[in-house]
């Protein structure tokens, strides 16, 4: 085991020193890297503060049913017994239509043509508050409703939530696109990178496999060298992406103000940080392991 | 220790390296092998470190028949064995007690005992006090002597070496084969590929001769 550990440590050690070797190569290499990881990085940061935004400012979902226009009061108290029972209702409110016909008179400009009617032309109407205020269990919820004696139509008052639950899922599309199109230049450069590390190593691949290195022993320290290139590249991105949020933090904190939302930008949270350096380092290891794969094979 | 059995090797497109060559060597023996150049001497210290493999009959090493081994195990073949190159590989990247250290640690020997091993062979071959130098800062016959420590570090039973005195002067030269002749006075078998086989009067000769055992 000790022996085990002791080639590991000596196999990240000259990972290290190259590195270390060629510091303007290794720079240019990790900004990079840096660059092409902070986007999608940045990216999550934006989609993951937009949701916050919308949980914090946006109004609470809800369901309109509307009962028929010759519904009595039974057939409401009827109603409001079924709900009650229904598992999937967390709250719900009566509004008799002479209360809404009220509101109505007193809204500036309606009054007169509200008199001018012959009867009251509001039906009754309840307000559901579901359990479960996500588009999709909304929506099934609404069909059930519909299909109830006396309710006249049923209204989901969720656009609002399937709009901005589409424009995310369009937004984390892209993070997702933008990541894996940028996965694949961090394993092109980590790639390139390797390969002209075994054509300059070349002489001490070959005395190394003379003396009877195994392929592990050879292969083990650009391992560790695309590894740590990865993860120094995710470094630079994380830090690029909380500099970007220090910066942007006070004119978006101002914006918000103005549109009387109390917002924050935050940065990165601790798992999205360490998915992003795990990421970065797996991809420096694939990198890697193709580079070797090509450029090894046939020594 | 070493037999060759009809062992031949024919490189594309038909040159006969060594054809239908036959020998054994025991425990502890001195052995060179001379001819001109180009009789597969060379050849035939590669077939015995799996550096390259026969077309035709056996090596076999330690018992086992090299041209059979798995690509896996040719390692584990080499780390028994002490090679000098012909070209002696030394890398000028690293200084002389790290080219010794390589072996060791290719082998996975504890740093403790890897760092005293290489500083006792470069002792062996008078490098001590030079272990900090870098190979290009070694003269010709320091680089061989550098290249023989780092073949014995590992006290391998069976030393090889391809032309070890070649390109050196007679001074140099003799001082090189008296090291060998010290190793093999120690019990280690020791087979030279040798044009000049003067340096070492005791050993048992073999010569090729267009790749044919004379």
Known sequence: MS????????????????????????????????VALALPAGGQMLVANVMQLARNSAPTPQISMFLELDADKRAGQEL??????????????LIPRDETLTRMKSREGLADVIEALPRNPFP?????????????????????????????????DSDWARRLAALLKIGRTGVVLLALLLGVGLVAITFNTIRLQVMTRRAEIELSRLLGATDAFIRRPFHYFGILLGLAGGIVAWGIVAAATWWLSAPITDLARLYSLDFALRPLSAIDSALLLIAAAGLGWLGASISLRQHLADD | MIKFDHASKRYPPGMNALADVSFEIADGELVTVGGHSGAGKSTLLKLISAMERPTGGAVLVHGQNVGSLKRSAIPYLRRNLGVVFQDQKLLFDRNAFENVLLPLTISGFPPHEARRRAQAAL?????????RAMPIMLSGGE??????????????????ADEP??????????DVARIFREFHAVGVT??????????FPTARRLVLDHGRLQ
């Not at chain 2, 020791?190 to 340096?199: K, R």
């Open chain 1, 3 to 34: 022996v085990w550990l002791s080639q590991h440590g000596d196999a990240f050690r000259t990972a290290l020193r190259r590195l270390a070797a060629s510091p303007v190569n290794t720079l240019l290499s990790l900004l990079a890297i840096g």
């Open chain 1, 80 to 93: 409001q017994a079924r709900l009650k029972e229904h598992p999937g209702v967390k709250v719900f409110k």
């Open chain 1, 124 to 156: 009754d109407a309840i307000t559901v508050l579901p359990e479960d205020d996500r588009p999709e269990a909304m929506e099934k919820l609404a069909a059930e409703f519909r299909k109830w004696p006396k309710v006249a139509q049923v209204q989901l």
């Open chain 2, 123 to 131: 002792d062996k071959v008078g490098l001590l006090e030079r272990q």
């Open chain 2, 143 to 160: 680089q061989q002597r550098l290249a023989i420590a780092r073949a014995v570090v590992g006290r391998p039973n069976l030393l090889l």
């Open chain 2, 165 to 174: 005195t070649a390109h050196l002067d007679a001074e140099t030269a003799a």
């Open chain 2, 190 to 199: 020791v087979l030279i590929a040798t044009y000049d086989n003067g340096l």
